[in-house]
């Protein structure tokens, strides 16, 4: 431990105890000293067993998230996989996770990444998967998008079949509408402003 560039060659390296002698003060006081008490707290043991969907509300919105995709056929999300190559996380919980992030207003992949990590009803969703922020966008970007139009068609007709909502009433803008062919509505200003009128 000695530099040849800083010390000279009389210079002690081994470590010596100074004489200095330490008095401690007694305090004579009356009272009684006690210890301190915590409530028993230890962040490294070992996880204990339990079921994370009894954290979970019974009318939570990821109890609702997971049963509709859950009652979707298994066929809308798997044909859009070719197969092969390394295991994928399953469509259905990437599903799950992208809707209950969106249903939260976190847009982002880094964002419902984030949600993963932190937040209870998304653990549940994901079966405790934690997939990273590029899984997330390429999943979104590459399979989600194909399947959103199927799938949207499978809920509403799930939707429908349990009684949830009806084909009755249209709402478009605030406006309420009588039922017609959705391109009437989309094909110009002039037939917006008929329907809204009538």
């Keep these: 431990m000695c530099n040849p560039k800083i010390t000279n060659p009389n210079y002690i390296t081994e470590q010596t105890s100074l004489p ?45 998230i997971d ?9 809308v999300f798997f044909s859009h996989y070719k197969g092969g190559g390394r295991s994928s996380f399953h469509p259905k919980m990437m599903t799950k996770v992208i809707l209950y992030g969106y249903s939260k207003k976190v847009y982002s992949s880094r964002g419902i990444e984030n949600l993963l990590s932190e937040n209870i009803p998304v653990k549940w969703l994901a079966a405790g998967q934690e997939p990273d922020h590029r899984t997330i966008n390429r999943f979104r970007s590459e399979q989600f998008i194909n399947m959103i139009d199927s799938l949207f068609e499978e809920m509403i007709l799930l939707l429908i079949e349990q009684n949830y909502i009806t084909m009755e009433n249209y709402f478009w803008m605030g406006q309420k509408l009588k039922p017609m062919p959705i391109s009437i509505l989309l094909c110009g200003k002039k037939q917006r402003r008929i329907s809204r009128e009538s």
């Excluded at 305090?27 to 006690?34: E, I, T, V």
């Excluded at 049963?67 to 066929?75: F, G, L, V």
Aim: charged share 25%.
């Design 20 to 64: 200095l002698a330490i008095q401690e003060e007694t305090c004579n006081s009356k009272k009684r000293n006690y210890a301190p008490t915590f409530i028993p707290y230890n962040n490294q043991q070992g996880i204990s067993l339990f079921d994370i969907q009894d954290l979970i509300p019974g009318n939570h919105v990821s109890r609702v």
């Design 67 to 75: 049963e509709m995709i859950e009652s979707i056929d298994d066929e």
